[in-house]
């Protein structure tokens, strides 16, 4: 019998990408991950802003992702921005499957001149928000900043992840959410490796996540 060193690299059982589409009064969303990706990313929502958010999540996260969503945005981008973060949550979650093997936790500081921002994730299962970022400034482009918020608690509620985001500095409010949303990738890309050491393994001493 031969073995190769293969044998000892983490396999995954499936591929994990996922494709949701998402359809309200409200908004039209599909959103497709491949969370094994190179972070590439085709993104539009109509909102600039949002675009060069999520655009942050694919790069620093190296997650492939595309996003298409038609919004009332004659309204606000209220329902677009935190109807994109449910169904990105949606997706993450599908994509994940078992949870075997994952990091599960992940943590990043992300400074950006001025600004830093921690943000802590942990796919526990139980969905969980605390998010403390005092943004000097409502509007980013078109974006209003306060959406920031809305995104991150649809993520979270349908990710079922606990997270913890912490603006720690920050005078430019562009600085400031994109350092929040670059720490988020860049803990989401730590939660979501596959441990070669737990390979096929649930983290969590319970059994299940
Ligand atoms: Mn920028």
Excluded: C, W
């Excluded at 990313?41 to 038609?70: E, K, N, P, W, Y």
């Excluded at 306060?146 to 649809?154: K, R, V």
Aim: charged content about 20%; cysteine-free.
């Amino acid at each position: 019998m031969t073995t190769s060193i293969t044998d000892s690299l983490p396999a995954l059982s499936a591929p994990r990408t996922a494709e949701v589409s998402r359809n309200t009064a409200e908004t039209k969303i599909t959103v497709k991950v491949n969370l094994d990706g190179t972070g590439k990313a085709t993104l539009s929502t109509g909102i600039g802003f949002f675009d060069h958010m999520l655009d942050q999540i694919a790069r620093h996260g190296l997650i492939d992702l595309d996003i298409h969503a038609v919004g009332d945005l004659h309204i606000d981008g209220h329902h677009t921005v935190e109807d994109v973060g449910i169904t990105l949550g949606q997706a993450v979650a599908q994509a994940v499957g078992d949870k075997k093997g994952l990091r599960r936790y992940g943590h990043a500081y992300v400074p950006l001149d001025e600004a830093l921002s921690r943000v802590v994730i942990d796919f526990s299962g139980r969905p969980g928000l605390v998010m403390n970022v005092p943004f000097k400034s409502g509007m980013i482009g078109t974006f209003d900043s306060q959406l920031a918020y809305e995104f991150f608690q649809g993520f979270v509620n349908h990710a079922f992840v606990t997270l913890h985001i912490d603006n720690l500095k920050g005078e430019n409010a562009h600085h400031q959410a994109e350092t929040v949303f670059k720490a988020f990738a860049r803990a989401l890309r730590m939660a979501l490796e596959i441990d070669p050491r737990s390979v096929g393994v649930i983290p969590s001493t319970k059994g299940s996540l």
